[in-house]
């Protein structure tokens, strides 16, 4: 869903279209959206498409919470606006209900009281009027996540997706179905490097540059490595990936069906144990919410 907002390189909506309409025919059945992405893009463009697709072809989650680049309307957790919200993907994605209701990044709200109280209740209702049929929730930090699914109450968490580090998640838990996103960590580990709003650590992104480069010098595609290394989890229910081209829609479905080389393995041992085992740090907990704050706050 992401790549079809423009987040990460400019994309028509015909081309989105055909991205979406090849990834079903060739087996790939989950999709992940959001009204954050594109601001309503990426929904609106599945609504070109979706309605042409056998419903029972393809599972699809969208979220709630996190809308508008604007500082003082990028989030909002309130039952109110839930609803409405729902609303309007299901209108935009021209279809009655979605598989995956999920609470988009909930580390931003104003409390975590909130979301156990009042995000988590309204999410319960929607599931019981049939638009949604299970309940996830996002995020990054892993504890919080972690604590919220465990202390949901009445309202059951199905599923927990998370960047980057869902494998981690994965073993810490088997309650929950983990959904591990963006294993390419936005650009982190593609040729270009990450877009300059990207929160990682000048010391990750140093890492990552060098793991890029080792692998180009000895004639390997870290992309590949990083999918397949995912997909080879078998603690994760999904790994979601983003294919802003048919050419990387065709490479990521390369990569699902042929598994990784020797040569393959060993060069992701090289590149843990010199560039990513080595890092103080390897994850940016707490950057972004505090950022967040900041600019809302004014400072």
Same mark, same amino acid.
């Given at each position: 869903?992401?790549?079809? +907002?423009?987040?990460?390189?400019?994309?028509?909506?015909?081309?989105?279209?055909?991205?979406?309409?090849?990834?079903?025919?060739?087996?790939?059945?989950?999709?992940?959206?959001?009204?954050?992405?594109?601001?309503?893009?990426?929904?609106?463009?599945?609504?070109?498409?979706?309605?042409k697709?056998?419903?029972?072809s393809?599972?699809?989650?969208?979220?709630?919470?996190?809308?508008?680049?604007?500082?003082?309307?990028?989030?909002?957790?309130?039952?109110?606006?839930?609803?409405?919200?729902?609303?309007?993907s299901?209108?935009?994605?021209?279809i %009655?209900?979605?598989?995956?209701?999920?609470?988009?990044?909930?580390?931003?709200?104003?409390?975590?009281?909130?979301?156990?109280?009042?995000?988590?209740?309204?999410?319960?209702?929607?599931k019981?009027?049939?638009?949604?049929?299970?309940?996830?929730?996002?995020?990054?930090?892993?504890?919080?996540?972690?604590?919220?699914?465990?202390?949901?109450?009445?309202?059951?968490? %199905?599923?927990i997706?998370?960047?980057?580090?869902?494998?981690?998640?994965?073993?810490?838990?088997?309650?929950?179905?983990?959904?591990?996103?963006?294993?390419?960590?936005?650009?982190?580990?593609?040729?270009?490097?990450?877009? +300059?709003w990207?929160?990682?650590?000048?010391?990750?992104?140093?890492?990552?540059?060098?793991?890029?480069?080792?692998?180009? %010098?000895?004639?390997?595609?870290?992309?590949?490595?990083?999918?397949?290394?995912?997909?080879?989890?078998?603690?994760?229910?999904?790994?979601?990936?983003? +294919?802003?081209?048919?050419?990387?829609?065709? +490479?990521?479905?390369?990569?699902?069906?042929e598994?990784?080389?020797?040569?393959?393995?060993?060069?992701?041992?090289?590149?843990?144990?010199?560039?990513?085992?080595?890092?103080?740090?390897?994850?940016?907990?707490?950057?972004?919410?505090?950022?967040?704050?900041?600019?809302?706050?004014?400072?």
């Amino acid at each position: 869903g992401a790549a079809l +907002s423009g987040f990460y390189s400019r994309i028509s909506d015909d081309d989105g279209i055909h991205l979406v309409e090849y990834a079903v025919k060739n087996g790939i059945n989950f999709i992940d959206t959001a009204p954050w992405y594109g601001h309503g893009k990426s929904e609106t463009v599945l609504g070109k498409i979706l309605p042409k697709i056998p419903r029972k072809s393809f599972y699809i989650a969208t979220k709630v919470g996190r809308y508008e680049p604007d500082i003082d309307k990028m989030f909002d957790f309130s039952a109110k606006k839930i609803f409405a919200s729902v609303n309007n993907s299901l209108r935009k994605m021209k279809i %009655d209900y979605v598989d995956i209701l999920q609470i988009h990044d909930l580390e931003f709200a104003p409390s975590i009281h909130q979301i156990l109280n009042e995000t988590l209740p309204a999410l319960k209702k929607i599931k019981e009027s049939g638009k949604a049929r299970y309940i996830g929730i996002t995020g990054y930090p892993l504890k919080l996540l972690k604590s919220v699914a465990e202390n949901s109450g009445e309202t059951k968490i %199905d599923t927990i997706l998370t960047n980057f580090h869902g494998i981690i998640l994965s073993i810490q838990t088997s309650d929950f179905g983990v959904i591990n996103a963006a294993p390419i960590g936005m650009g982190l580990l593609s040729g270009d490097g990450p877009p +300059s709003w990207h929160p990682a650590t000048p010391a990750i992104r140093s890492a990552c540059r060098k793991a890029v480069k080792y692998c180009n %010098d000895i004639g390997i595609d870290i992309c590949r490595l990083a999918v397949r290394f995912c997909i080879d989890c078998n603690r994760l229910a999904t790994t979601v990936v983003s +294919s802003t081209t048919m050419d990387v829609l065709k +490479s990521n479905l390369d990569t699902v069906y042929e598994p990784l080389t020797r040569e393959e393995l060993n060069a992701i041992k090289y590149i843990r144990e010199n560039f990513f085992q080595k890092l103080d740090y390897n994850n940016w907990e707490g950057i972004e919410v505090a950022k967040y704050r900041r600019n809302l706050s004014g400072h």
